[in-house]
């Protein structure tokens, strides 16, 4: 059984960076079935996808549209985790994010517990 | 980007009822459409995916059709642990983003 936990800071400055951390447990990172999704929750701006991280042969990411200038996603092989990276956040930023696993069919399953993230001075 | 659109936004039933909810594509995405059930402060469950399977461990009431563009969920006989916010995903095109619909809140009648 997956299981994703979450953990970094719920305040962030303006302009700094934003950096959450996701550990996988009854999966590798490294699978070549899954996929390794960031996914944030606003009243704003609903369910809105970030991007994700995925190893087939070599590592390959893909970032929403919205984020792309601002976002990094990266595994890191040795802790079996993945973290989240959004630099210059704003208040628009603020929201509770959430790590999931992709898997076949493309779906996305578990979640992590989620972090409210609260982009503030 | 591929913009999803559910109807209604919001839906009061009584338990026992038959409900369905709509998701509509701006383009097609084939069969890949993802129904998610969230309680409040909780993460996202996924309940269907691939328009019509069913995830393991979801109860049979549960069940979706559609592709192309047009998709439904559908909750055969409604139970009290049912009400909670229901949101449609499709994960046809990551250039395009995995967009999810705006979501549908079913409440008790």
């Known amino acids: 059984q997956v299981q994703l936990q979450q953990s970094g800071p719920g305040l962030v400055k303006p302009s700094q960076t934003l950096s959450l951390t996701c550990a996988i447990s009854?999966?590798?990172?490294?699978?070549?079935?899954?996929?390794w999704n960031w996914i944030r929750q606003s009243p704003s701006r609903g369910l809105e996808w970030l991007g994700r991280?995925?190893?087939?042969?070599?590592?390959?990411?893909d970032y929403a549209v919205s984020v792309k200038s601002r976002i990094t996603i990266n595994p890191d092989t040795s802790k079996n985790q993945f973290s989240l990276q959004l630099n210059s956040v704003t208040p628009e930023d603020t929201a509770v994010y959430y790590c999931?696993?992709?898997?076949?069919?493309?779906?996305?399953?578990?979640w992590g517990q989620g972090t409210l993230v609260t982009v503030s001075s | 980007d591929i913009q999803m659109t559910q109807s209604p936004s919001s839906l009061s039933a009584s338990v026992g009822d038959r409900v369905t909810i709509t998701c509509r594509a701006s383009?097609?995405?084939?069969?890949?459409l993802n129904w998610y059930q969230q309680k409040p402060g909780k993460a996202p469950k996924l309940l269907i995916y691939?328009?019509?399977s069913l995830q393991s461990g979801v109860p049979s009431r549960f069940s979706g059709s559609g592709s192309g563009t047009d998709f439904t969920l559908t909750i055969s006989s409604l139970q009290p642990e049912d009400f909670a916010t229901y949101y449609c995903q499709q994960s046809y095109s990551t250039l395009e983003g995995y967009t999810f619909g705006q979501g549908t809140k079913l409440e008790i009648k």
């Open positions: 009854g999966d590798s990172v490294s699978s070549n079935s899954a996929a």
């Open positions: 999931a696993r992709e898997g076949i069919a493309a779906r996305v399953d578990p």
């Open positions: 383009q097609s995405i084939s069969s890949y």
């Open positions: 991280t995925y190893y087939r042969s070599k590592w390959y990411n």
């Open positions: 691939a328009a019509s």
